[in-house]
């Protein structure tokens, strides 16, 4: 936990942390009874018991932003599948085939669905007689060397009261860009992305695949807050790994109630078939970091399978909230005075003259004022920088959350100024400028390759000249299957000596 570098303020404000943790001393031991050994989670990575062993269900981070490039529009981020490695074949990482995914639009406050898009997922394989995802180079997104692929449909609901009054299939069988193998088999991983993003009536766009993680944050939070005397940040813990992505652009007069009440609430669930054949909801996110870090365990699954109507029950949890008393215990900064009505507008109501509905209803939501244009040159604090396109009205992929919510938990609104941080400022990968935005998967093959097979002679040296780097010249097809057959010919002569040797010793007197 660092502090940011916006004023002088903020310099000083790090020196007394580091000061007042050395002088704690001890502290940190007697912190290690109040932090929970189950509570290690991410911003909705496996942030509840169950859903941490339900990964194709679990959502990770919900984004929701006026599009920067078409501000007549919103977009709709929701991401799944938490900690992807891009490497994790044979089986990569694909949407369940027995869930619905969906966005949910509250649009007049009242703590109710008005509008729900649903996508649904079919995984499709070609040939079952073959280990492979891909059994050859994919160049796009129907070539027969993609073995598995799948495809979604999405579905419009109109709601009033909490009942489906409107329903309407918005795309049919549109195709999910793959898990990006690697640099071999999907040469132009890129052009597979751009092939996946699919045009909806009235301007709308779609686009479900693999994506890089765009949360960016020091998760060895969890380690006694950092490690207990802050030696432990500034490394992006999920730098490297990718998330499964649904994105969705609508023009913005589709989602909102009128142009006199542009603000929307936005969540997303994931509801799974049971072995009875009806769907059960199993995850729900609307802001970061509410069901990791406000929730306390024995209320985190209760949540994910709750809607945001009945959000009552987990109002103390915001109003008394546990983060504050475990900065105080290990780092010695006083906890702002409770209740906390502040993180009530902020994670309940949305912000009064920024992203507050009329007439709302207390609901964990992600608030958006549609009306507010996107920011020329975006600050990472979002509305604490003076910047209210950015958190919490709404989430973009710059924000940086982690410290805008460190800030607020520890008073920023209500007096108490600090500057708290994970010295983890912005994602490793740079961000698109058009949709879907995200940056495209890290592949599976990142690394680097062995010596010898770019210009050295080591490999070459122990498995002979059949070794050619992909796409070399020199030895063709035929050659290599000569050179491939003459090494299964000496492999089979080295099999007949070694027998031939075994029975020699089998026959020997001692």
Not at 171 to 182: E, F, H, L, R, T
Not at 348 to 354: I, N, S, T, Y
Not at 394 to 399: E, Q
Request: net charge neutral.
């Amino acid at each position: 936990m660092t502090t940011d570098s916006r004023s002088s303020a903020g310099r000083r404000g790090i020196a007394t942390l580091i000061a007042g943790a050395l002088a704690a001393g001890g502290l940190a031991a007697a912190g290690v009874a109040t932090l929970e050994p189950g509570a290690a989670s991410a911003s909705s990575h496996r942030e509840a018991p169950l859903i941490s062993g339900q990964p194709q269900y679990d959502n990770t981070d919900l984004y929701a932003f006026v599009s920067p490039d078409k501000p007549d529009t919103t977009t709709l981020i929701a991401n799944f599948i938490p900690f992807e490695d891009p490497a994790g074949g044979p089986n990569f990482f694909q949407f369940a085939d027995d869930a619905q995914y969906d966005l949910h639009i509250d649009n007049n406050g009242d703590a109710q669905d008005d509008l729900l898009l649903r996508y649904t997922f079919r995984t499709q394989t070609k040939n079952k007689k073959t280990f492979l995802y891909n059994t050859g180079v994919v160049s796009n997104l129907a070539d027969p060397d993609l073995n598995i692929t799948q495809t979604y449909d999405i579905e419009l609901v109109k709601l009033k009261h909490g009942k489906a009054v409107y329903r309407s299939k918005l795309a049919d069988d549109v195709p999910v860009a793959p898990s990006n193998v690697g640099k071999a088999s999907m040469p132009d991983y890129n052009k597979l992305r751009e092939q996946a993003i699919y045009k909806l009536p009235n301007g709308a766009q779609s686009f479900a695949g693999q994506a890089d993680d765009p949360f960016f944050a020091d998760l060895r939070v969890f380690d006694l807050l950092y490690g207990g005397n802050l030696s432990e940040v500034g490394r992006d813990t999920l730098k490297g790994y990718n998330v499964n992505s649904i994105a969705l652009q609508v023009p913005t007069d589709m989602i909102t109630e009128s142009s006199k009440q542009p603000v929307v609430g936005i969540w997303s669930t994931v509801q799974r078939r049971n072995a009875q054949g009806y769907y059960e909801q199993v995850s729900r996110l609307g802001n970061p970091l509410v069901n990791e870090v406000v929730n306390p365990l024995k209320d985190k699954d209760r949540f994910n399978a709750s809607s945001p109507a009945y959000d009552g029950q987990f109002l103390k949890n915001v109003t008394n909230p546990e983060l504050p008393k475990l900065i105080e215990s290990i780092y010695k900064i006083k906890a702002p005075s409770e209740p906390r009505n502040d993180l009530v507008d902020v994670f309940l109501k949305g912000v009064k003259g920024l992203n507050q509905p009329p007439y709302v209803k207390p609901a964990e939501e992600l608030r958006l004022n549609t009306s507010i244009k996107p920011a020329a040159s975006p600050k990472r604090l979002g509305v604490l920088d003076g910047d209210n396109a950015g958190f919490p009205n709404g989430r973009r992929l710059t924000d940086d959350v982690i410290d805008e919510a460190l800030q607020v938990v520890e008073g920023e609104l209500v007096g108490s100024k600090n500057d708290l941080g994970d010295a983890v400022d912005a994602n490793d990968k740079g961000f698109g400028k058009y949709f879907p935005y995200l940056a495209n998967p890290t592949a599976g093959s990142r690394g680097a390759t062995a010596k010898g097979v770019s210009g050295g002679s080591d490999v070459k040296n122990q498995l002979g000249d059949a070794l050619q780097p992909a796409g070399a010249g020199g030895m063709s097809n035929t050659s290599l299957i000569a050179a491939s057959a003459g090494g299964g010919a000496a492999g089979i002569a080295l099999i007949g000596a070694g027998l031939m040797w075994w029975r020699r010793m089998r026959s020997r007197v001692y």
